[in-house]
């Protein structure tokens, strides 16, 4: 949206033609300080054989491309990233390989953060969101996430001491904005980001009158760990998509 270039992997079904456009998941990695590979993800080669092609995108605030790239999002620019997972979507379609509307937006963490941001950013583009144990009101967030990690995501998202910017990047309080079929997973014992935060994006929409697709997980923590839940989300998740 800036001129900033974006890396990004693309997969898709072996099948697949260019030009012939696709149902599309853009999988935005956690962290913010992190970044998706091309190495073997189960996930991906799941969502590809039930006929999806899936993005990764590398947005501004990534690891691995020099630290003024990973420096971009910090505080006072965090919607930036948002722009950056809107105009993946965008770019999906102007080059052939999605429709607008046949477009999902997928993340957990940050990542899932990213999933429902994205949505009300590129509303234009995305159809559906996936939510996993991501933040939506980043000053609940602050407040009820592990003490040990507090000042390092302050440092990155804002501070406690600026409530007016936190409420200006949490999704929850843009949620009339969100027009899209929603999936919901969260661990119940997440240090992390606590599952208050699922609790609220759902709540929300209830009563907007919307019906969230959720799953919560009793036995995990920050994402779903062992392989029954993984299974259960796996078919969750394309049962939704389709």
Same mark, same amino acid.
């Given at each position: 949206?800036?001129?900033?270039?974006?890396?990004?992997?693309?997969?898709?079904?072996?099948?697949?033609?260019?030009?012939?456009?696709?149902? %599309?998941?853009?999988? %935005?990695?956690?962290?913010?300080?992190?970044?998706?590979?091309?190495?073997?993800?189960?996930?991906?080669?799941?969502?590809?054989? *039930?006929? #999806?092609?899936?993005?990764?995108?590398?947005?501004?605030?990534?690891?691995?491309?020099?630290?003024?790239?990973?420096?971009?999002?910090?505080?006072?620019?965090?919607?930036?990233?948002?722009?950056?997972?809107?105009?993946?979507?965008?770019?999906?379609?102007?080059?052939?390989?999605?429709?607008?509307?046949?477009?999902?937006?997928?993340?957990?963490? #940050?990542?899932?953060?990213?999933?429902?941001?994205?949505?009300?950013?590129?509303?234009?583009?995305?159809?559906?969101?996936?939510?996993?144990?991501?933040?939506?009101?980043?000053?609940?967030?602050?407040?009820?996430?592990?003490? #040990?990690?507090?000042?390092?995501?302050?440092?990155?998202?804002?501070?406690?001491?600026?409530?007016?910017?936190?409420?200006?990047? *949490?999704?929850? @309080?843009?949620?009339?904005?969100?027009?899209?079929?929603?999936?919901?997973?969260?661990?119940? @014992?997440?240090?992390?980001?606590?599952?208050?935060?699922?609790?609220?994006?759902?709540?929300?929409?209830?009563?907007?009158?919307?019906?969230?697709?959720?799953? %919560?997980?009793?036995?995990?923590?920050?994402?779903?760990?062992?392989?029954?839940?993984?299974?259960?989300?796996?078919?969750?998740?394309?049962?939704?998509?389709?």
């Amino acid at each position: 949206f800036d001129g900033t270039e974006i890396p990004a992997f693309i997969f898709t079904p072996a099948n697949f033609k260019k030009g012939t456009p696709i149902p %599309f998941v853009v999988n %935005f990695h956690g962290g913010p300080e992190g970044q998706s590979r091309p190495g073997f993800c189960a996930l991906t080669q799941f969502l590809l054989a *039930s006929g #999806y092609g899936v993005m990764q995108p590398n947005v501004r605030g990534s690891t691995g491309y020099g630290r003024e790239f990973h420096m971009m999002h910090n505080y006072k620019n965090r919607w930036d990233s948002v722009k950056d997972g809107a105009e993946a979507a965008r770019w999906l379609v102007k080059n052939g390989y999605a429709r607008a509307g046949h477009i999902a937006a997928y993340g957990g963490s #940050y990542g899932g953060f990213m999933a429902v941001a994205t949505v009300i950013e590129g509303a234009d583009v995305f159809g559906a969101s996936i939510d996993v144990v991501g933040i939506v009101n980043f000053k609940t967030f602050l407040e009820q996430t592990k003490d #040990y990690r507090r000042k390092l995501r302050e440092a990155e998202y804002g501070p406690l001491t600026d409530p007016e910017f936190l409420a200006s990047i *949490s999704p929850l @309080n843009r949620i009339e904005e969100i027009k899209v079929p929603m999936l919901i997973a969260h661990g119940l @014992n997440d240090p992390r980001v606590p599952v208050g935060e699922a609790m609220q994006l759902a709540v929300g929409l209830q009563t907007r009158g919307y019906d969230p697709e959720l799953i %919560f997980a009793p036995d995990e923590g920050h994402g779903f760990a062992k392989l029954n839940n993984r299974l259960l989300f796996a078919d969750r998740m394309v049962k939704f998509l389709n």
